[in-house]
C-alpha cells in the first residue's frame, strides 16, 4: 500500500507487478489517481485494510505531513505482516542543501510539512518502538538536485536550473562522507 498516494504515480508504477493499494485523503488527488490505474484500489479510509494483510507500506514524502505519527505507526504496525516493511522517504534538514539554501531551502515546505527529521531523528523515532527494526537507510540522490532547483526559484536566481545543477552535486559528493543526503529512504521492519 502507498499511503498518501497522492495521485497514485507510484501505485501505477508497480500496480503491474504486486497486489496494489493506495490511501488517499484527499478526494481530488484520489480521484485523479482512480482515473489513471487500471488494477490497484485507492482507499479513502485505511482501517478498511484487513490487519496483518500488507507485505510493505510506502510513505514517499509523505510522514513529516502526518500530524498523528505515534497513532500512525501503530496503525501501519497492525496492518502489515510479520516482517513487513514500513518504507519512508523524507527530505533531511541536517544535508549539504539544506544548510546551504537556510530559509530558501524548499524542502522546509511550512506549513504543509509539520515535522523534518535529520537522520538521526528518525533512527531515535524508530528506536524507541518497540515493533520496528531500522533495516536500512537509502539517498534518493536525485532529490539533491530537484530540491535545489525549487530552492533556486524561490531565491529568484537567474540561471536557477544551472546552480541547482552546481548546488545539488556538491549536496551528493558531500553526503559522499556524511551519508547527510537531500533526502533520505528508511527501510524498517515490522518485529
Not at 536525485?142 to 533556486?152: A, C, P, V
Request: charged share 25%.
Amino acid at each position: 500500500m502507498d499511503y498518501g498516494c497522492g495521485a497514485g504515480e507510484f501505485v501505477k508504477y508497480i500496480e503491474n507487478d504486486f497486489q496494489t493499494f493506495g490511501f488517499e485523503p484527499d478526494s481530488d488527488a484520489r480521484k485523479a489517481a482512480k482515473s489513471k490505474i487500471s488494477k490497484a484500489t485507492i482507499l479513502d479510509n485505511i482501517n478498511t485494510v484487513e490487519d496483518q494483510s500488507l507485505d510493505a507500506i510506502t510513505l514517499w514524502h509523505v510522514f513529516e505531513h502526518v500530524e498523528n505519527q505515534d497513532e500512525m505507526l501503530e496503525i501501519f504496525n497492525s496492518k502489515l505482516k510479520e516482517k513487513g516493511l514500513l518504507i519512508i522517504a523524507v527530505p533531511n534538514p541536517t544535508s549539504y542543501d539544506a544548510k546551504h539554501y537556510k530559509e530558501y531551502w524548499a524542502a522546509y515546505d511550512v506549513p504543509r510539512h509539520i515535522y523534518h527529521f535529520s537522520k538521526n531523528g528518525m533512527e531515535n523515532l524508530i528506536a524507541k518502538k518497540s515493533n520496528w527494526k531500522m533495516r536500512k537507510i537509502k539517498p534518493l540522490v536525485l532529490d539533491s538536485y530537484y530540491i535545489s532547483m525549487l530552492s533556486e526559484k524561490y531565491k529568484k536566481s537567474p540561471l536557477f536550473w544551472l546552480k541547482a545543477t552546481i548546488y545539488g552535486t556538491i549536496s551528493n559528493v558531500k553526503a559522499l562522507f556524511s551519508n547527510e543526503y537531500s533526502s533520505l529512504i528508511y527501510i524498517i521492519e515490522k518485529k
